[in-house]
């Protein structure tokens, strides 16, 4: 069985500050992906990014990083330097080779001004 | 180009009628999927399409829910008589193909009330 946690339900912080998100997972497959959405206020969920089981490497995107480390099982997200416009919901999602993806129950992140 | 689209954006019904909710997904796509959202939770995996065939039915929470697809493209999604329960957001999304390593695309969600 296939498992997300995002064990941080609400965050909420002040604009400029570092935010990391936790996502940890659960899989026996030796292949799977990891993604991160966002669905903001509007409730469309938008693709953020996509890391493969078998590449450890850390990607950075602007304001956006993400740490995935195989040994704790945990894909994390970080967000520097905050915006109000990044007060969304996120959502850490497992996908293997059986098609459905499952999702963490998300963390709902305010950026107050 | 063109992203999943869901239609319609919100339906009200009274308890016991059916429904049905349609997906078109990006064009080329062929794996879809519904996925359904309570309000405040994550999402619940529903049913998985790889062309017209339905590989994977078991979240399909039961037999009062059925979805099919034609032509390798729209996708219906039908719940028979409604419940109070079945109230939530019903997101549809599709990816070129049904490998772990293809994104998943989102439409932008039916939401559904039962009265």
């Known amino acids: 069985a296939q498992k997300v946690t995002q064990a941080q339900t609400e965050i909420s912080v002040v604009e400029k500050e570092d935010v990391t998100l936790d996502c940890v997972y659960e899989t026996r497959d030796t292949t799977y992906y990891l993604f991160w959405y966002k669905q903001p206020p509007s409730g469309e969920l938008v693709f953020l990014i996509r890391?493969?089981?078998?590449?450890?490497q850390n990607e950075i995107s602007g304001r956006y990083s993400w740490n995935f480390q195989k040994s704790t099982s945990s894909f994390n997200f970080t967000i520097t330097a905050s915006q109000v416009v990044d007060s969304a919901v996120y959502f850490c999602?497992?996908?293997?080779?059986?098609?459905?993806?499952?999702f963490g129950d998300g963390t709902t992140l305010t950026v107050k001004p | 180009g063109a992203g999943v689209s869901q239609s319609p954006s919100n339906k009200v019904t009274e308890k016991g009628k059916d429904v049905e909710l349609r997906c078109d997904p990006i064009s080329g796509h062929t794996a879809l999927y519904w996925y359904r959202q309570s309000l405040g939770q994550g999402l619940e995996f529903l049913i998985y399409?790889?062309?017209?065939?339905?590989?994977?039915k078991s979240g399909l929470p039961s037999d009062r829910f059925s979805a099919e697809r034609t032509g390798g493209s729209v996708s219906t999604l039908t719940i028979q008589r409604t419940q109070q329960e079945d109230s939530a957001v019903y997101l549809c999304a599709s990816s070129l193909e049904g490998q772990g390593w293809a994104t998943q695309y989102f439409g932008p969600g039916t939401r559904l009330l039962v009265l």
């Open positions: 890391r493969n089981s078998f590449d450890e």
């Open positions: 399409f790889q062309g017209n065939s339905a590989p994977d």
């Open positions: 999602a497992l996908k293997t080779n059986a098609g459905k993806s499952t």
